[in-house]
């Protein structure tokens, strides 16, 4: 990430010497040898911050263009694995496909049937036809990961075959969802969180709030951020991203930072997003 933000200032000072902007969303872990599927809404990335100072201009840009003042926000623990996205059809699972480039990502459903406990429905739902309260399409979007437990005990196995153990819980999850035989894959138990969304038809379900679309996530039976932190104002949201930063250490999940949404789901359309990312999230 350091080396990504210096090569962006080298690029704004000498856009002349700059052949490839860097600000464009990477390709995940695509092998090519997948059937590949279009998001029906564009995956983004998020804009990264690294200072108190950085975080206070976000909540300032967003309070000067909205002309608001003490806006709510949701913080959540940011996990270390790969975005997923997973489409719900009256509410039975039809697919699972990665974020690829943000508009074509791999279709990996077969691995996260085989190495989760992803619900094949969603609770409420009818057997057959649509249910209230179920949309039509929805694509929920969050993240496949390995627990740390899961981690340690599958390099405790390979120790003790003679085996080097894996380097990182996020590049084996990596190589676990992009295995070409679901029956390897399936040894290893993957887990799922969801926090957002892409397309929601009708459109009349699509969440008011984040809180809410957690509080909705969990509803349905679908795994979810536990006891986000919802806080009002600049300095009541860096005491809650250093909160998560002390805590990182005790969770049972790879984490790499915090992640801080604005909440009102109006507000955030009004912030709008750029090719890569929300102005509303951090």
């Given at each position: 990430d350091q080396l990504k933000?210096?090569?962006?200032?080298?690029?704004?000072?000498?856009?002349?010497?700059?052949?490839?902007?860097?600000?464009g969303l990477g390709v995940d872990d695509r092998t090519g040898l997948r059937p590949v599927y279009r998001h029906r809404e564009r995956m983004l990335s998020l804009a990264k911050?690294?200072?108190?100072l950085e975080l206070r201009s976000f909540d300032e840009r967003i309070r000067r263009q909205l002309g608001r003042q003490n806006l709510i926000y949701v913080v959540e623990p940011k996990y270390y694995g790969l975005a997923l996205s997973v489409t719900y059809e009256n509410g039975r699972l039809v697919r699972a496909v990665t974020r690829g480039d943000g508009e074509v990502g791999d279709d990996v459903t077969a691995n996260v049937l085989a190495t989760t406990t992803l619900p094949k429905m969603l609770r409420g739902a009818a057997p057959t036809g649509s249910a209230p309260g179920i949309p039509a399409v929805l694509e929920v979007?969050?993240?496949?990961?390995?627990?740390?437990?899961?981690?340690?005990?599958?390099?405790?196995?390979?120790r003790k075959a003679g085996e080097p153990p894996f380097s990182h819980p996020r590049n084996l999850a990596a190589g676990?969802?992009?295995?070409?035989?679901?029956?390897?894959?399936?040894?290893r138990k993957l887990t799922m969180v969801f926090y957002g969304y892409g397309d929601c038809q009708p459109a009349a379900l699509r969440p008011v709030a984040q809180q809410n679309w957690l509080q909705q996530l969990r509803a349905w039976g679908l795994p979810t951020v536990?006891?986000?932190?919802?806080?009002?104002?600049?300095?009541?949201?860096?005491?809650?991203?250093?909160?998560v930063g002390?805590?990182?250490?005790?969770?049972?999940?790879?984490?790499?930072?915090?992640?801080?949404?604005?909440?009102?789901g109006l507000l955030q359309k009004q912030m709008g997003v750029t090719h890569q990312a929300p102005r509303w999230a951090l």
């Open positions: 933000r210096e090569l962006a200032e080298w690029e704004g000072r000498y856009p002349a010497l700059s052949t490839a902007p860097s600000d911050s690294y200072s108190e979007r969050g993240e496949i990961y390995l627990g740390l437990a899961e981690f340690a005990r599958i390099n405790q196995a390979r676990t969802l992009q295995q070409l035989d679901a029956s390897t894959a399936v040894a536990e006891n986000p932190r919802v806080v009002q104002g600049a300095d009541a949201l860096w005491a809650a991203v250093q909160a002390r805590e990182r250490e005790n969770y049972l999940f790879p984490t790499d930072g915090a992640v801080v949404k604005l909440d009102e």
